[in-house]
């Protein structure tokens, strides 16, 4: 009875152990089935943490992309009214526009290290260019870039406000310079599918004679030379190879022209067509290392525009000179010789004294040193202080033509610095009833600049702000 007892009490023990601990099983049962299912909804739960994540980065993201976008677009529009400010400083200055072409690598450029790429393009200022050298690269700042993709279209609408000027009585010149082989010529003339500067301008100034024809009656005339060693000749004219003389017209203050110039008169794209085939098949050309059909000579073509206001009697007269200079060679890669040796040493030295010419205007030099080559002096009047000018620079890319590439940039970077001033309009009070007058020898004529100054029948050079 007492083992009874005592195993009774123990029994006892054990049920009140076990009433205790019953709570806490319920509990820990409750709390491993609540981990279970953490456990199975912890893939979903961690899913959907991850998608609130992503939405909230993504959201964070766009508001940072948004408002980079924000001032980039700001960026750029500051860029384009400090351009446009720029552009207006320039032409209330009358400095020289300088815009730059980069020609695109082709198969005259061949292959291997020689023909890789330097040049690159600021993707936010279509004014900067940067150059690699020696694993250093070089920035330069111009008024425009157009890169190798750029039309023929692109680059003459650039030009083309500079162009009509010479029908309000300004004198005008578009100069395209760079080495051999860099596209002057393709930008000047153009294929018969892709017509360049020469003859768009051609045409867009008939299209404007013709919307004026209700206010102005205007005579274009054309003439066509080319500067070849030193001898100025006529590709209009019968026999090309004869030598023309520059010449101060009697009873002028400086003025000049030049006798027994070829000018013809344009009225349609036919006779700009066949003016143009002309004097292109006279050009001088010939093969140089750099250059399979090298120009030799410097080509200018140059327009007259007469014009006369038929209410008021004012008569205008504005020249045009669009010039596709002849490419700036290193004797030693061009592999000039003879002959090509004595075209080469002259076409550096015309474009050396066109450089003078610059650097004098940049400096406001009293004495321009116009006379020191024909080129210089032909154009006398477009590169002085009345005139307009602009200067189309032409790059290759190409490794091997760095040191050419750098020099025509920095040559542009100086000349970017001329100011010419307000340029001259050169204007003719006369009856309301006199007839245009017709010129009886074709002349060039270059002016020095005065802000007034008389002439017969009452006749008056007015300086005027750019149109």
Not at 141 to 154: G, H, R
């Amino acid at each position: 009875q007492e083992e009874m007892r005592a195993v009774h009490q123990s029994l006892d023990g054990v049920r009140k152990n076990l009433l205790t601990l019953q709570p806490a099983l319920r509990t820990l049962t409750h709390d491993y089935n609540a981990l279970k299912r953490q456990v199975r909804d912890f893939p979903a739960l961690l899913n959907e943490a991850i998608g609130e994540a992503r939405i909230e980065f993504s959201q964070a993201v766009k508001h940072v992309s948004d408002t980079n976008a924000e001032l980039l677009h700001k960026y750029r529009k500051e860029l384009h009214l400090r351009k446009e400010c720029h552009n207006q400083l320039v032409r209330l200055r009358g400095n020289i526009r300088v815009l730059t072409r980069v020609r695109p690598i082709t198969t005259e450029d061949g292959v291997g290290p020689g023909a890789e790429n330097v040049v690159n393009f600021d993707p936010d200022d279509d004014g900067v260019l940067y150059v690699a050298q020696k694993g250093k690269e070089m920035s330069f700042e111009l008024d425009k870039v157009f890169k190798p993709s750029a039309t023929q279209e692109e680059v003459f609408r650039e030009v083309s406000p500079l162009i009509t000027s010479c029908l309000d009585g300004y004198s005008v010149c578009i100069l395209a310079y760079g080495q051999t082989g860099s596209g002057k010529t393709y930008s000047m003339e153009g294929i018969p599918s892709d017509p360049g500067i020469n003859q768009r301008a051609l045409h867009l100034l008939l299209s404007e004679v013709k919307e004026r024809s209700n206010s102005w009656e205007h005579e274009l005339s054309v003439s066509m030379v080319e500067i070849y060693n030193e001898t100025l000749r006529d590709l209009l004219g019968s026999d090309p190879s004869n030598s023309l003389e520059i010449k101060i017209l009697p009873g002028s203050v400086g003025e000049l022209y030049v006798p027994n110039l070829t000018q013809r008169q344009v009225q349609s794209m036919e006779d700009i067509n066949k003016i143009l085939e002309l004097g292109h098949k006279q050009r001088a050309t010939e093969h140089t290392n750099l250059n399979t059909h090298s120009s030799r000579s410097h080509a200018l073509l140059i327009l007259t525009a007469k014009g006369r206001e038929t209410s008021t009697g004012i008569c205008s007269t504005g020249k045009l000179y669009l010039v596709d200079l002849a490419g700036s060679e290193r004797v030693s890669r061009s592999g000039a010789a003879g002959e090509r040796l004595r075209e080469a040493q002259c076409i550096n030295r015309s474009l050396s004294a066109l450089g003078d010419v610059f650097s004098a205007l940049r400096s406001q030099q009293g004495h321009i040193p116009y006379r020191n080559s024909k080129l210089t002096y032909l154009l006398q009047e477009p590169l002085s202080r009345d005139g307009k000018a602009l200067l189309l620079l032409q790059v290759s890319p190409a490794e091997k033509n760095i040191n050419e590439s750098l020099c025509s940039l920095r040559f542009g970077d100086r000349v970017r610095a001329v100011e010419l001033g307000a340029p001259t309009r050169k204007i003719e009070q006369l009856p309301v009833n006199a007839e245009l007058a017709e010129s009886e020898s074709p002349v060039l004529r270059s002016t020095k600049g005065t802000s007034m100054r008389k002439k017969p029948q009452g006749s008056v050079r007015q300086r005027t702000s750019p149109p």
